[in-house]
């Protein structure tokens, strides 16, 4: 039902009109999404052939959380995950806050450029890199290694969202805060960071799933004891897909998107007008 | 007719200053990008004194202000605060407050721990924070908003918010830039008179910035006007209205008519083709020299020609309701504009192409220098 006459022909170019569009739409998300609803739906089945559905069962939940190897490589993942997001966002934070005032300093504009690289450089090349470098060094690979190597390529996916934060508020607050005599320590705790918060949070959510969901420089970088979900999944699979994958797999999913809606939701803008004006 | 009383021209005795402004100058940049904001400006603002900065933007009128408050460090120059210099000083332990244009409220707090914030700072106790909260939200009539988030009220209640909470410390000195810029028409209005009630029941002295005429003749006790970084002359609403001293004062504040003429000595200016007038004026210029008087519409009388006037023609003339406007040609082409108030029914009016008298009682003339500036 068209509310608006003149809204009653489109014009011709109005890609709201071209042919197909419906078809093509459907069609490409059928080809992203089917797949992985599918997975989610087989997780649930309770025969052990993977592409015959029987009945619903949460049999396979139950084996992979008592697989010990399955809930060490989980521990990993969350423990790699959390160091490297909250020393990401940390370092992203102070980088934000130093970037984004406004005087000039020696490489400012070349250093803004670099602080997005690493999510445009292809993943593997830092990680050979790394590779080579704790090599040279004689680092032990395991844990450590790897939470290095997160902390570094989290940095930008931390430093962006907070980053955008910080040009939304008005610079005149921090002049405000000065002028009701806060001293420029009480203006950062009471005036800049409670309103930057929503900014970090959204940092460090997103920080988190990238280093949960990596695989390439965990990979390249871990060493005995440091086996992570993806890595652990990538071993099950070249033995045949079972059920159990496809549980844990649903899990891993459940958790990137819970996180994600977290992080929206936090990284809503809350300085919009919710009241009469 | 004379308003301008000696002591009002004068410098104040030191004592009464609140702000004392020293051959303050600041200049932005450097090398042949530098942009001089402030140009060797001294002033002296009174305690207990609304005093309105007015200028076009870019006058350097904000800049002044910024560096009263600290935002801003001086090229040259210094401020004093109740004759001790602030120079030093960073802006967190000045004793003045600023609102500013946009109202820089912080967002993730409510309108009263907005207004708590200053006397939180200076680590004054609760009780009394509480108190002084309570009393400006009272000031302000904002009592039932207390708790709400800065997001959910409208523009012109945010506007007595940032009042509130630059009050509340009670500062010596109140600094306002252009804080009424971003409402409506007749919130502007009100809030004028809202902001002199407010200075007259807090006894605070405002140093209050702005580009609208109306706004500074209205509320000020005294006006700076100022141009190209510079103070082109203080005085009373009245001073600066009726006594212009400069050909951009007469020109920014009000409609004028700026009339070139020959100074024949003593009181009497010839206007070339048209006739002599009287200016009590004491800025009298030299027997010869060239000069320009301004003259406000609505002091300029119409009549018929007679030997007491000079001569004009109507050349259109604009019904404004309350008043109308003549346009007079002078004999040699120079334009003039009348104002007369529709004040009775019969009134004596002229038409486009009447020959008419025009005279101007000569305490309404001011005689300022010939400079093309």
Redesign the interface.
């Known amino acids: 039902m068209r509310l608006n006459p003149f809204r009653a022909r489109p014009f011709p170019g109005d890609v709201r009109h071209w042919p197909g569009l419906f078809t093509a739409t459907a069609v490409f998300f059928a080809y992203v999404y089917l797949p992985i609803l599918i997975l989610i739906a087989l997780s649930f089945n309770e025969n052990r052939t993977v592409t015959v559905w029987t009945g619903f069962s949460l049999d396979w939940y139950r084996v992979a959380f008592a697989n010990r190897d399955i809930v060490g490589a989980a521990t990993n993942s969350l423990i790699i995950a959390s160091v490297a997001s909250v020393s990401a966002t940390t370092l992203a934070t102070l980088a934000a806050l130093r970037m984004a005032s406004n005087d000039r300093f020696l490489g400012k504009a070349g250093i803004n450029a670099v602080f997005a690289l690493p999510i445009t450089v292809p993943e593997i090349v830092p990680a050979v890199a790394t590779l080579m470098f704790f090599a040279s060094l004689g680092f032990t690979f395991g844990l450590g290694t790897v939470i290095i190597g997160h902390i570094v390529f989290c940095i930008p996916f931390a430093y962006l969202p907070i980053r955008a934060r910080l040009e939304g508020m ?1 610079p ?2 921090g ?9 420029p320590v ?2 950062f705790w ?2 800049t960071l ?2 930057l918060v929503p900014g970090i949070l959204s940092g460090l959510v997103l920080a988190f799933i990238i280093s949960l969901d990596d695989f390439v420089t965990t990979f390249f970088l871990g060493g005995a004891g440091s086996t992570t979900l993806p890595i652990y999944i990538f071993g099950l699979v070249r033995t045949g897909v079972t059920p159990e994958v496809n549980a844990i797999s649903s899990l891993m999913l459940l958790l990137s998107l819970s996180l994600v809606s977290l992080s929206l939701f936090l990284g809503r803008d ?8 | 007719m004379n308003t301008s009383t000696p002591s009002s021209t004068l410098s104040p005795a030191q004592d009464q200053c609140a702000v004392s402004v020293r051959s303050l100058s600041k200049v932005f940049g450097s090398g042949a990008h530098a942009f001089r904001a402030l140009d060797d400006v001294s002033v002296d603002i009174r305690k207990n004194e609304f005093f309105t900065l007015l200028g076009p933007s870019g006058c350097g009128k904000t800049t002044l202000l910024r560096l009263i ?3 801003e460090q001086p090229t040259s120059g210094a401020v004093l605060l109740d004759g001790e210099d602030l120079s030093a000083k ?4 000045r004793p ?3 609102v ?1 244009q ?1 109202y ?5 707090m409510t309108v009263s721990q907005n207004i708590s ?2 006397l939180e ?2 680590g004054r106790p609760s009780d009394e924070i509480k108190r002084v909260t309570e009393d400006m939200l009272r000031l302000v009539r904002l009592e039932s908003m207390a708790d ?1 988030r800065i ?5 012109g209640q945010q506007q007595r918010v940032a009042l509130a ?2 009050l509340a ?1 009670h500062p010596k000195v109140l600094l306002l830039d252009e804080p009424l810029s971003a409402l409506d028409l007749q919130l502007r209005k009100d809030m004028q008179l809202e902001l002199k009630r407010l200075q007259t029941d807090t006894g605070i002295t405002f140093v209050f910035v702005t580009h609208d005429q109306d706004e500074a003749l209205t509320m000020s006790d005294r006006i700076a006007v100022m141009n190209g970084g510079e103070i082109l002359q203080i005085g009373t609403p009245r001073e600066i209205y009726d006594k212009p001293q400069h050909r951009f004062v007469a020109g920014f504040i009000g409609e004028i008519n700026l009339v070139p003429v020959q100074a024949m000595g003593g009181q009497d200016y010839a206007i070339s083709g048209v006739g002599t007038l009287r200016a009590d004026d004491a800025s009298a210029a030299a027997k010869g020299g060239r000069a320009v008087l301004a003259i406000r519409p609505e002091r300029i009388a119409l009549s018929a020609p007679s030997a007491g006037t000079l001569p004009g023609v109507v050349t259109n003339v604009v019904y404004h309701g309350t008043d109308t406007i003549f346009h007079l040609k002078l004999a040699d082409g120079l334009e003039l504009r009348a104002r007369s108030q529709n004040n009775t029914a019969k009134i004596q009016s002229f038409a486009k192409g009447d020959h008419v008298g025009w005279s101007v009682d000569a305490a309404s003339v001011s005689v300022l220098a010939d400079d093309p500036s």
């Open positions: 008005d005149k607050i002049e405000a805060a000065a002028d009701l005599y806060a001293n009480r203006a009471r005036v409670p309103q809350q300085n919009r007008k919710t009241g009469p004006d | 408050a600290g935002f960073p802006p967190y332990q003045v407050n600023t500013f946009n820089a409220l912080f967002p993730h914030f200053g700072m200076l709400r997001t959910q009220i409208s523009g909470r630059a410390p």
